[in-house]
């Protein structure tokens, strides 16, 4: 019998930056019809791997050899790749807000009479496309409309658009609820069944047990192993991190003894309006507190209120105050902007580093020190010798993995990314930091390092305010942890007798107490 040869094959590849050599001779086998895994640490160059397959990085600007469907291709742009039939869809979703699902569809790929786009033929195509993906919307709908999980949806059927043999999804869920995960993942399982070959790039290790059926590990942007998940042997979870991070891992989360002080932040009957919709509250008589060296978490579905909450608490950042206290050490206090709430030591790290924590086109040492430059003015002017000191040493402390703090940001990995905004943040000084989402789209060993530094800031008795999608995540790192429905804080849980089922019957909770 003759064995069908793979559709992709990427041999000895090698990419080099300016300083950095990002992959070294990496080999990348795909079969055909399968859901391909690539997993790694952050900066084990699998982004950029795919970035070189897809033509974002040119023929002639990394050394080694692309087979695709047994001939030696190559790209010198996106274009080229996509005339093969290889789509990538990159975790920050290229769709313009403004335009329509059809026009997103078929952006740069318009469907055209004689110069003149055929709407009838553009909206009709987009439809059925959406029903392929299970995507309950009007081709007329804005992308701005619709959630991102949706959103994802989108980019899947403008892909499929494009007659597409090999679909890449760079952390396709990192920014997806548990239903919206489960919708993808099943609509992968059926365009599997029809066919397509899919490479998937992933920290959700449990995503990739139920999908994939190989899985190629990368590490320091090296080739370490590719494995068979429907071989003789199980592959378990256990075995891809130790080939991830190159060590056993025998705790996901770091051991603590909590030293748990005075209250230090309370937060009483907080009532916050949306911005655009006056008449809609998302934050309804929300009461908590977080205690000197205490970790406390903040559950709730996408849509509960969680973040609404941290920001309006951090200086009124979202919506419109109605009513509600804030107190910081035992006092309260009048926040209303974000400097205020600096200055009574309160400090958030947002769930969004990218667009909101960070500035990706300047260095470390500047991302570092922005929000407290007055700790390094004399008359006006920074010290930038004591700048430099400051960042230096939130390097050391934290281990950001960069070779200087003049290293644009942009350039880090994510991990390193999420530990210079929370570096920027201690660095203000604060009474309680709140942390949104510290942990999404970075890998376990990442991870395990910001478990350590909040560990490390509640042993220094700061308190720490943890918003987490991930249950397990809370259960492993918090004393406490509230959950949220509504708006509505429902009910709060000490670590001894929390679970994740405790946990959903809270952040399921209706107005009349009953879950959903």
Not at 136 to 155: R, S, T, W
Not at 244 to 252: D, I, K, N
Not at 307 to 322: D, I
Not at 402 to 411: A, E, F, N, R
Request: proline letters at 3%; charged letters at 25%; one cysteine or more.
């Amino acid at each position: 019998m003759v064995t069908e040869p793979p559709i992709l094959e990427m041999r000895s590849i090698t990419k080099t930056f300016p300083g950095v050599k990002a992959l070294t001779d990496v080999d990348l086998v795909v079969k055909r019809g399968e859901v391909h895994a690539i997993v790694g640490e952050n900066g084990a160059g699998k982004s950029t791997l795919m970035n070189v397959l897809s033509g974002v990085y040119p023929h002639g600007s990394y050394d080694g050899e692309i087979l695709f469907a047994g001939e030696p291709c190559e790209f010198r742009s996106i274009r080229d790749s996509e005339q093969r039939g290889i789509v990538i869809i990159h975790q920050e979703l290229a769709l313009s807000p403004y335009l329509s699902v059809a026009e997103n569809i078929f952006l740069g790929n318009e469907r055209s009479r004689v110069g003149v786009i055929d709407w009838n033929t553009t909206n009709s195509e987009a439809a059925k496309l959406m029903a392929r993906v299970g995507l309950a919307a009007e081709p007329d709908d804005k992308i701005v409309d619709l959630g991102v999980g949706h959103q994802q949806l989108v980019e899947i059927a403008k892909a499929l658009s494009k007659e597409v043999r090999l679909l890449i999804l760079d952390e396709p869920t990192a920014a997806l609820n548990d239903e919206d995960s489960a919708h993808l993942l099943q609509l992968m399982r059926q365009l599997k069944e029809q066919g397509m070959t899919m490479i998937m790039i992933s920290h959700k290790l449990n995503e990739i047990g139920a999908i994939a059926d190989s899985v190629t590990v990368l590490r320091d942007g090296s080739t370490i192993k590719t494995l068979d998940m429907h071989g003789p042997e199980p592959v378990t979870e256990d075995e891809i991190i130790r080939l991830m991070v190159g060590r056993e891992l025998e705790h996901r989360y770091p051991e603590r003894t909590p030293r748990i002080g005075e209250e230090v932040l309370r937060v009483e009957g907080w009532t916050v309006r949306h911005p655009i919709d006056q008449n809609r509250l998302v934050v309804d008589g929300a009461s908590l507190d977080v205690r000197r060296g205490e970790v406390v978490g903040l559950a709730g579905l996408i849509g509960a209120g969680r973040t609404e909450l941290a920001m309006s608490v951090f200086g009124r950042a979202y919506g419109t105050l109605v009513d509600g206290h804030l107190f910081v050490r035992g006092e309260e206090v009048k926040a209303t902007t974000v400097a205020h709430a600096i200055r009574h030591g309160i400090a958030y790290a947002s769930e969004d580093r990218k667009r909101f924590g960070l500035n990706l086109i300047q260095d470390v040492c500047r991302n570092v020190s922005v929000a407290n430059l007055q700790a390094l003015a004399q008359l006006g002017v920074i010290d930038q010798n004591k700048e430099t000191a400051v960042a230096d040493g939130y390097r050391r402390d934290l281990r950001i993995k960069t070779p200087t703090v003049q290293s644009i940001v942009g350039q880090l990995s994510g991990g390193n990314q999420q530990k210079v905004a929370l570096s920027k943040w201690i660095y203000t000084g604060p009474e309680v930091l709140i942390l949104d989402e510290p942990t999404r789209g970075i890998d376990v060993g990442a991870k395990y390092e910001i478990y350590q530094v909040i560990n490390e800031l509640a042993a220094a008795g700061k308190g720490v305010l943890v918003i987490s999608s991930e249950l397990p995540e809370l259960l492993g790192i918090c004393d406490r942890i509230y959950a949220m429905s509504e708006g509505r804080i429902t009910g709060v849980v000490p670590r001894e007798e929390a679970t994740q089922e405790r946990l959903m019957q809270l952040m399921t909770m209706d107005r009349e107490g009953v879950s959903r």
